[in-house]
């Protein structure tokens, strides 16, 4: 079984402010995915990553594979950006499949 | 392709009702997924498929779940007799078997159990 922390639980900052939110697991994998989830709202998948960098917009997704960790940075953060952000992986060490999710990271961003 | 479609987007039943929730996956997607998150948890596993037979369940889903694909293309989820724990949002997600890209989630469907 995969076990998913993520830290901080909740952030609050202000608008242009840099965001970093971490992602820890427990099992090796060979990707990892960033959701994001607005209030009322289903689940966006913003990147799946199994290696190095990616980036969206003012989005930046980062993986470690040896040290199974992950961050989200958010350049520039604006009040649209508030969201729930969550990190999954595949369960059980599989690289597709079922999803082992973490508790999720609570963003507001004010103006 | 419209992505996957859940339906209803909210549902609120009395305590004993049936319900029966239906997802619309993405149409060449052969794996589908169903997840339970309830507020302030993330999303837990209940259940998935590829094509029409369904390959694990998890023990989260009591016997008053149940959920079908008959034809490998979309899926419902029925609760029976349900009680007020089941209050949660119901998400469904499909991606392809041999792919590790392309999974997408639904916007869910809210259901509240009064």
């Known amino acids: 079984k995969n076990e998913v922390e993520q830290s901080p639980q909740n952030l609050t900052a202000q608008e242009g402010e840099f965001i970093t939110i971490n992602c820890s697991y427990s099992?090796?994998?060979?990707?990892l995915h960033w959701l994001q989830q607005h209030p009322g709202g289903g689940i966006v998948s913003l990147f799946m990553l199994s290696s190095g960098k990616k980036k969206h917009g003012r989005l930046i997704a980062t993986i470690n594979i040896q040290e199974k960790h992950s961050s989200l940075h958010i350049t520039a953060s604006h009040p649209r950006d508030s969201a729930v952000y969550i990190c999954?992986?595949?369960?059980?060490?599989?690289?597709?499949?079922?999803?082992?999710f973490g508790q999720g990271t609570i963003l507001t961003v004010h103006p | 392709d419209t992505g996957v479609s859940q339906n209803p987007r909210h549902k609120i039943t009395k305590r004993g009702q049936n319900v029966t929730f239906r997802c619309d996956p993405i149409s060449e997607h052969n794996r589908l997924y169903w997840y339970r998150q309830t507020l302030g948890q993330g999303p837990e596993f209940l259940t998935y498929f590829q094509n029409e037979a369904q390959l694990e369940k998890s023990r989260l889903l009591s016997d008053r779940f149940s959920a079908e694909r008959p034809k490998g293309s979309f899926s419902t989820l029925e609760i029976q007799r349900t009680e007020q724990g089941d209050s949660a949002m119901y998400l469904c997600?499909?991606?392809?078997?041999?792919?590790?890209?392309?999974?997408?989630f639904g916007s869910g469907t809210r259901l509240t159990v009064v």
């Open positions: 997600a499909s991606s392809l078997a041999a792919s590790m890209g392309g999974y997408t």
């Open positions: 099992v090796g994998i060979s990707a």
């Open positions: 999954a992986v595949p369960a059980g060490g599989t690289s597709y499949g079922k999803l082992t």
